[in-house]
């Protein structure tokens, strides 16, 4: 993996801590509230840290319940099995709720869309590191 390196100008550097504090923020969120992805907002924040501060990429990389996703993401793109079935799970209850409250049908099916991609993706990602 190429090494990042931080933003020249000061202003890059607070648009790049902004959208990391925003990331974290989102992703703690979804934590708490069904069809909104953690592990997505964890590597933007992870990702936007590493360009803006080294404090808070190492905050998040240390972190008791973001760290373990970043640390298995850095080794091969690995999503484990649990975090898989909670996102799934969270994404079946959020489809649930938008079927029983949401009378405009293609705005639930562009839903169902994009909560199938999520899924695709993540079930797609490896669950263990590959022999080498």
């Not at 190429?2 to 801590?17: C, D, F, G, N, V």
């Not at 923020?25 to 069809?35: F, R, S, Y």
């Not at 990429?57 to 649990?82: C, Q, S, T, Y």
């Not at 869309?113 to 669950?127: D, K, Q, V, Y």
Request: proline letters at 6%; aromatic letters at 10%; hydrophobic letters at 55%.
């Amino acid at each position: 993996m190429p090494e990042i390196t931080l933003a020249r100008s000061a202003w890059q550097r607070w648009l790049w801590l902004l959208l990391a504090y925003l990331s974290i923020g989102m992703a703690m969120l979804g934590v708490i509230l069904p069809g909104l992805p953690t592990t997505e907002f964890v590597l933007l924040a992870a990702w936007a840290a590493s360009r803006s501060s080294p404090r808070l990429a190492a905050w998040l990389e240390n972190h008791r319940v973001f760290g373990p996703l970043l640390r298995d993401w850095k080794n091969g793109g690995l999503i484990a099995r649990r975090t898989k079935w909670l996102a799934s799970l969270s994404m079946l209850v959020a489809l649930s709720i938008l079927l029983l409250t949401v009378d405009h049908l293609p705005s639930v099916l562009f839903a169902a869309a994009g909560m199938s991609c999520g899924a695709l993706f993540i079930w797609t990602r490896p669950e263990k590191p590959r022999a080498e």
